[in-house]
């Protein structure tokens, strides 16, 4: 019955309507990832108890309690901690951590009878862009078994791709759901900053972290997004906010898209290129009206972001001593020589290399220089956004200069890579919402992403473009290579 291909409320009907159980379906996906999954290495741990998970939800279903999650598989990132069940942020530092208790999110997942597959694969502490960093080994992109999934949330975005999930969280500090997304060719959200609480989540970077939904269409992650959002007492960045799935479906016509023209100058792939701006003709085919519009400090991003994430995740980072949390080294004689052994045994060269540049920043002498610079530039960038929103409703760029390369292909400097994340990076540090949905795909059919970025909360608004947009144009996932 290809259920893989099916959406939420495809499945939804399948369930209430007693044509498959809840266990019928999660034997399913447990089957596709057993057999599909030594190829591509999403999950880094399968729930042993996502059949009992599933017994439960089909209770409801059949008392007739079902809400719109009930009984659907679901994967995680492993950076989002479940109670009982092993959570490693793919790093040798918390490779055998089972956390005590639930992020929010998965309690508020488990609450409304989804059932979790499993932990996905990611770039160690979400530090990255490929999926290469992990502990674990990387995963691969299910549209070619050669090229990165993207990152640091790969995991999770080729599970969705390959059918091994129905949908997933992810979270995003400076690009990690969208671009993979991209790269896998499905659709993930990177909400508004204070709509999802992260209480459970593993820090990287706290000023910039969110949780969000990566599926197979804006609507599906409409409905994750709304299951997953609201103000939590654990969380005091938190925020009460609006449904989305109820804005999906209206109408777009008049929108106003600001193309920012910045982002459309050099560095770019020229597919890239044409594939948003022909994207940005269709819109105007849908009736919105698309502006040109300017975000002068683009260059300033990447140094802005890389400065503030390093500064916050060497704070973060600076709890796992192997002592209260993480790795124990059999090393040193002290308990300063055993801390110090411990994090250089438990952290990959990625991490460590944030911390380096995070704790100079921060350093005496150094931190007027550099830190509070880059909050006086995050501040600009802020600014440039809302006087864009002043006339236009919404911003269409790319989610990457390129579509996903091959592992061979990928550079070892590690700032070739970190200038990647220019288009990503501005809407966590300003805060606001961003979709990425697939806009077309290079000759060698390799998806290629567009972003909408939204005004604050405005995250339904932007979920509901992209909905229209593939809904109209038809770029919602095919069966393919697996
Ligand atoms: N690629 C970015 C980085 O390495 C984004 C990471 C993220 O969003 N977690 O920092």
């Known amino acids: 019955m290809n259920l893989h291909l099916k959406s939420i409320k495809e499945l939804r009907a399948l369930l209430d309507g007693g044509d498959i159980t809840a266990q019928e379906l999660t034997r399913y996906y447990l089957d596709r990832i057993e057999a599909l999954d030594p190829k591509l290495r999403a999950y880094i741990t399968v729930n042993t108890a996502a059949m009992e998970q599933a017994e439960r939800a089909q209770e409801k279903i059949k008392a007739g309690l079902a809400k719109p999650l009930t009984g659907i598989p679901l994967g995680l990132k492993d950076n989002i901690c479940t109670k009982d069940l092993r959570t490693t942020c793919a790093s040798k530092m918390l490779s055998d951590f089972?956390?005590?208790?639930?992020?929010?999110?998965?309690?508020?997942?488990?609450?409304?009878?989804?059932?979790?597959?499993?932990?996905?694969?990611?770039?160690?502490?979400?530090?990255?862009?490929?999926?290469?960093?992990?502990?674990?080994g990387n995963t691969m992109n299910p549209y070619d078994l050669e090229r990165v999934p993207g990152g640091s949330s790969g995991g999770s975005a080729a599970a969705v791709a390959a059918g091994l999930c129905v949908a997933a969280l992810g979270s995003d500090t400076?690009?990690?759901?969208?671009?993979?997304?991209?790269?896998?060719?499905?659709?993930?959200?990177?909400?508004?900053?204070?709509?999802?609480?992260?209480?459970?989540?593993?820090?990287?970077?706290?000023?910039?972290?969110?949780?969000?939904?990566?599926?197979?269409?804006?609507?599906?992650?409409?409905?994750?997004?709304?299951?997953?959002?609201?103000?939590?007492?654990?969380?005091?960045?938190?925020?009460?906010?609006?449904?989305?799935?109820?804005?999906?479906?209206?109408?777009?016509?008049?929108?106003?898209?600001?193309?920012?023209?910045?982002?459309?100058?050099?560095?770019?792939?020229?597919?890239?290129?044409?594939?948003?701006?022909?994207?940005?003709?269709?819109?105007?085919?849908?009736?919105?009206?698309?502006?040109?519009?300017?975000?002068?400090?683009?260059?300033?991003?990447?140094?802005?972001?890389?400065?503030?994430?390093?500064?916050?995740?060497?704070?973060?980072?600076?709890?796992?001593?192997?002592?209260?949390?993480?790795?124990?080294?059999?090393?040193?004689?002290?308990?300063?020589?055993?801390?110090?052994?411990?994090?250089?045994e438990g952290f990959g060269k990625e991490v460590k290399r944030r911390i380096l540049l995070g704790n100079y920043a921060l350093s005496g002498g150094y931190f007027e220089e550099y830190y509070k610079k880059a909050c006086l530039i995050r501040r600009k960038i802020q600014k440039e956004y809302e006087a864009i929103f002043e006339s236009c409703d919404c911003i269409l760029i790319p989610t990457a200069p390129t579509a996903a390369y091959k592992f061979s292909e990928q550079r070892e400097d590690p700032a070739a890579l970190y200038l990647a994340d220019i288009y990503t990076v501005g809407a966590n540090i300003a805060g606001l919402p961003a979709v990425t949905t697939t806009c077309g795909y290079t000759k060698e059919w390799m998806p290629i992403g567009m972003s909408l970025v939204g005004k604050a909360f405005a995250d339904g608004e932007i979920l509901n473009m992209a909905d229209a947009f593939e809904r109209r144009f038809n770029y919602i996932l095919n069966d393919f290579c697996l």
């Open 98 to 136: 089972i956390p005590a208790y639930s992020a929010t999110v998965a309690e508020k997942l488990e609450e409304a009878g989804a059932i979790f597959l499993g932990k996905l694969n990611m770039d160690e502490f979400a530090m990255g862009a490929t999926t290469t960093t992990s502990y674990f």
């Open 174 to 344: 400076g690009g990690s759901i969208r671009q993979p997304a991209s790269f896998c060719g499905v659709t993930g959200l990177k909400p508004t900053y204070g709509r999802v609480s992260r209480y459970g989540l593993v820090a990287f970077a706290s000023s910039l972290d969110q949780i969000g939904p990566i599926g197979k269409s804006a609507r599906d992650c409409a409905i994750l997004l709304d299951a997953i959002s609201g103000k939590d007492s654990k969380d005091m960045t938190s925020k009460e906010s609006a449904p989305v799935c109820e804005q999906m479906g209206q109408l777009i016509e008049g929108k106003v898209i600001g193309l920012p023209k910045e982002f459309f100058q050099e560095g770019m792939d020229q597919q890239v290129k044409d594939a948003v701006l022909s994207a940005a003709q269709r819109f105007q085919e849908l009736g919105c009206i698309i502006k040109e519009v300017s975000l002068p400090s683009l260059d300033l991003m990447i140094p802005a972001y890389y400065l503030i994430s390093s500064a916050e995740a060497a704070s973060n980072l600076a709890r796992y001593d192997g002592v209260r949390y993480g790795h124990r080294s059999q090393e040193g004689a002290t308990f300063e020589q055993q801390r110090i052994a411990a994090r250089n």
